[in-house]
């Protein structure tokens, strides 16, 4: 049996913790401070690594069309409207039952955000999953045809371009241009460190590290991913999250692959983690909202919060990975690997 590879589990791990840290902080009021922005600055290439590390990774892109998507559809479209489902019922819940307490939430309902985001109510973060089979069938399709894949070097462009065109596809599929960029990049990494000396890879590794580091300090843009939003510098933005995602994973597979406890775990199971994790900040949120208590600038509800988070999660994952319309996992006759 093929050895795991640590390495991307304990990326996965970092970039779950950071999310739910993130979103968490949000919730508590903090988004406006200074350091907020400073993690953000030097953290926000972390939701293009998923895109990266499928692309690095799969190899059931091609074949048949209709058992390719019936299986893309049964890992990540189901999850998708399962756990869009789970949210809305707790944040609808709390807002039906306790109408007097929640009016501020009344007020920015509206109709569009039914075909104009892949968002759900109660767990945004699921646009993901809905991106993620779309980037998976943009990508069967383009590998269909010889030397296609190139063409995913201008996505970049297109995504920027519509960024500009505040954003017009709806389900939020603008960034869905972005999301097969760097699956290629994944791929096309996967290829040169079969062909390259590990010698050669890790001081190309250090070297765009080091492109990173002095180039998010001088030449600073930021993509969100979730937004299709470039900020500051669009050139610095991509230029940036390329080195970040080859730099660092480059490195990490050079060096000794080791099990990191805790964040290993994490990035093993992280599907679990990444759709539960909200539903379960509104249901604290909510709750503390029914008994008049804000958690908004309270640090003692980030920290309580945080731990309810996690270990929820953590128990959640005995249970939630053995449904498969709630974890995506199946057992598989054809290899299509798990992002």
């Known amino acids: 049996m093929k050895e795991r590879n640590h390495a991307f589990d304990l990326l996965c791990g970092l ?3 950071r999310m739910i840290m993130l979103h968490v902080i949000s919730m508590c009021g903090y988004r406006s401070e200074f350091w907020f922005a400073k993690v953000m600055a030097w953290s926000f290439f972390f939701m293009s690594f998923f895109f990266f590390k499928a692309g690095y990774f799969n190899k059931g892109v091609s074949g048949k069309t209709l058992p390719y998507l019936k299986d893309r559809i049964k890992r990540l479209l189901v999850p998708y409207f399962v756990w869009g489902a789970i ?7 709390f807002l039906f039952i306790f109408p007097d307490d929640f009016q501020q939430y009344y007020k920015i309902l509206r109709w569009q ?3 104009e985001d892949s968002h759900f109510w109660g767990n945004p973060p699921v646009w993901f999953l809905f991106s993620f089979f779309m ?14 894949p190139w063409i995913s070097v201008f996505f970049p462009f297109i995504s920027y371009y519509l960024w500009t065109q505040h954003n017009p596809l709806w389900m939020s599929l603008d960034n869905v241009f972005m ?3 760097f699956f290629y990049l994944g791929r096309g990494w996967r290829w040169l460190q079969r062909r390259v000396p590990q010698g050669w890879l890790v001081l190309l590794s250090v070297l765009l590290i080091a492109e990173f580091v002095v180039g998010n300090r001088w030449w600073h843009g930021e993509y969100d991913m979730s937004l299709n939003k470039f900020v500051q510098h669009p050139w610095g933005a991509g230029v940036n999250t390329v080195c970040a995602l080859v730099g660092i994973s480059g490195l990490l597979l050079a060096l000794p692959q080791r099990r990191v406890p805790v964040i290993g775990y994490i990035g093993e199971h992280s599907m679990v983690y990444f759709v539960a994790h909200y539903p379960l900040i509104f249901l604290y949120c909510f709750t503390h909202r029914v008994f008049h208590h804000t958690v908004v600038h309270h640090w003692e509800d980030f920290i309580l919060m945080m731990a309810f988070v996690l270990i929820t999660c953590t128990w959640l994952v005995l249970y939630v990975e053995k449904i498969s319309y709630l974890s995506g996992r199946y057992k598989k006759k054809e290899v299509y690997l798990q992002p």
């Open 15 to 17: 970039c779950i913790l």
């Open 87 to 93: 949210g809305s019922i707790v944040f609808f819940s």
């Open 113 to 115: 955000h039914l075909w």
């Open 135 to 148: 980037a998976y069938v943009a990508v069967h399709f383009i590998n269909k045809v010889k030397f296609l």
């Open 179 to 181: 999301g097969v960029f």
